[in-house]
C-alpha cells in the first residue's frame, strides 16, 4: 500500500492539493485516512514524492509536517502557486478533481 500512496503523489500536478482522504478513496477504503497519514509521515523522499500537497479534509496544512514542520509545508505549497490563509487552503480552487 505504501508504494501506490508514494506513486499517486506523483501525479498531483503543480498548483494542486489532495486530501488524506482523497488517497484512501482511491485506494478504495474511504477508512484509511488515517493510515494515509502514517505513510505520509515515513516518507522516503519529500522530492520524488511531494507530500506538502496532501491536507486535511478542510484544507488545513499538516501540524506535524515530516520534512520542516506547518511552515515548511505553506512555504513549498506558495512556491506552487498555492495561496495559504492561516495554513489553509482554499480546497474549491485548489483541489484536485
Known sequence: ???????FLRTIPKGKVVTYGQIAEYLGNKKL???????????PNEYKYPCYKVVDSKG????????????????????????????????????MK
Open 60 to 95: 488545513n496544512l499538516s501540524k506535524n509536517f515530516a520534512f520542516g514542520g506547518i511552515e515548511k509545508q505553506k512555504e513549498k505549497l506558495e512556491k506552487d502557486g498555492i495561496i495559504v490563509n492561516n495554513y489553509k487552503v482554499d480546497l474549491d480552487k485548489y483541489k
Open 33 to 43: 485516512a488515517r493510515v494515509i497519514g502514517n505513510i505520509l509521515h515515513n516518507n
Open 1 to 7: 500500500m505504501k508504494e501506490e500512496v508514494y506513486e
